[in-house]
T-cell receptor, first 113, second 114 residues
Framework: AQSVTQLDSQVPVFEEAPVELRCNYSSSVSVYLFWYVQYPNQGLQLLLKYLSGSTLVKGINGFEAEFNKSQTSFHLRKPSVHISDTAEYFCAVLSGGYQKVTFGIGTKLQVIP | DTGVSQDPRHKITKRGQNVTFRCDPISEHNRLYWYRQTLGQGPEFLTYFQNEAQLEKSRLLSDRFSAERPKGSFSTLEIQRTEQGDSAMYLC????????????FGQGTRLTVV
């Protein structure tokens, strides 16, 4: 089975401060990992994805994530957040042999001016 | 715009009524997914199609739910005899192939059952 745990339901952070959103996954086989962002009343937009290769993945809007196989983690980071980053962020996993992506429950990022 | 399109964006219906949602995927994508998202939760898988074949259905998809993709292009999701618990955002996504390819999501249909 595949699953995703996002431990932080809400993360408040001041504008221009760094942020890390945590994600841990569970899977018995190789995985693909994703971070999506959702703005209010919108669908999901892909921020970045890890398929293979370099464990540090860079995405849109200045976000990056690091795949850590030993810790089964895929934490999302941004060195300096902007007000426009206020949104909900979903970590997702797709394991070998599965045909659909499993999402975490999401982390609401609130950037404080 | 060549993204995934969903219609309607919002639907308010009375309990017991039937509703139908439509999803138009990106034209060259052969896989189409339906997800449901309730408040405070991430999207939960409902079903997916490869071309016109419905290959998997979640146990969340009760007998009142049915999805079709008759010509392998657009898809419809019908909910019969709606219940208040059906209130959610219904998301459609499409991909060109399985395994690691980005899923492109539509903007969703928000259903409110009163």
């Amino acid at each position: 089975a595949q699953s995703v745990t996002q431990l932080d339901s809400q993360v408040p952070v001041f504008e221009e401060a760094p942020v890390e959103l945590r994600c841990n996954y569970s899977s018995s086989v190789s995985v693909y990992l994703f971070w999506y962002v959702q703005y209010p009343n919108q669908g999901l937009q892909l921020l970045l994805k890890y398929l293979s290769g370099s464990t540090l993945v860079k995405g849109i809007n200045g976000f990056e994530a690091e795949f850590n196989k030993s810790q089964t983690s895929f934490h999302l980071r941004k060195p300096s957040v902007h007000i426009s980053d206020t949104a909900e962020y979903f970590c997702a996993v797709l394991s070998g042999g599965y045909q659909k992506v499993t999402f975490g429950i999401g982390t609401k990022l609130q950037v404080i001016p | 715009d060549t993204g995934v399109s969903q219609d309607p964006r919002h639907k308010i219906t009375k309990r017991g009524q039937n509703v139908t949602f439509r999803c138009d995927p990106i034209s060259e994508h052969n896989r189409l997914y339906w997800y449901r998202q309730t408040l405070g939760q991430g999207p939960e898988f409902l079903t997916y199609f490869q071309n016109e074949a419905q290959l998997e259905k979640s146990r969340l998809l009760s007998d009142r739910f049915s999805a079709e993709r008759p010509k392998g292009s657009f898809s419809t999701l019908e909910i019969q005899r709606t219940e208040q618990g059906d209130s959610a955002m219904y998301l459609c996504a499409s991909t060109s192939r399985g395994g690691g390819t980005e899923a492109f999501f539509g903007q969703g249909t928000r259903l409110t059952v009163v």
